[in-house]
C-alpha cells in the first residue's frame, strides 16, 4: 500500500484502535471514510455522517506500522485502508494466529506424530521464503 492508491474523493476505510475503538465490537470499529485530500506525504479523510463530512483526520505513512495512521504524536486512535477487505484480512490473520498460538502453548501438542510435525514445519519454514 503506498500514498498513490488514494484519490480524492474515494471511499476509504478506518479502522478504530486504541481509545477510539473502547467498548466497540470488532466490526463497529470498522468504519467509512472519503479522502479530502491526497498530498505526497499526507492523506485527509473526513468521516461520512449521512450526506455530510465530519471529523477530518490527516494520516500519515509509518514504517514501523506498514500502514497509514493517525498523525499524532499521542496514541493512534486510527488506521487507514483503500478496502474494508484488507482490515477483514487482518482481523482474519491475528485470529488464525493466536489460534495456531494457543494449541501449541504449554506443550499441549505433545501427541502429534513426527511426520505431521515434520509437515507443520515445512510449511512455516516455506512460509519465510514468501514473505
Known sequence: MNIKDFKV???VY???TGNASRGKTTEQCIEEWE???VGRKYIEA???DKN??????VFEWREEHKSFVQKTVYSINYVLYPT???IEE???KNRLFMEVEERFRYGSQRDISLERLRAIHGILEGGKQND
Open 9 to 11: 474523493g474515494q471511499t
Open 14 to 16: 478506518v479502522e478504530l
Open 35 to 37: 479522502t479530502t485530500y
Open 46 to 48: 473526513a468521516k461520512k
Open 52 to 57: 455530510q463530512l465530519r471529523f477530518k483526520t
Open 84 to 86: 474494508r477487505q484488507e
Open 90 to 92: 487482518k482481523h482474519e
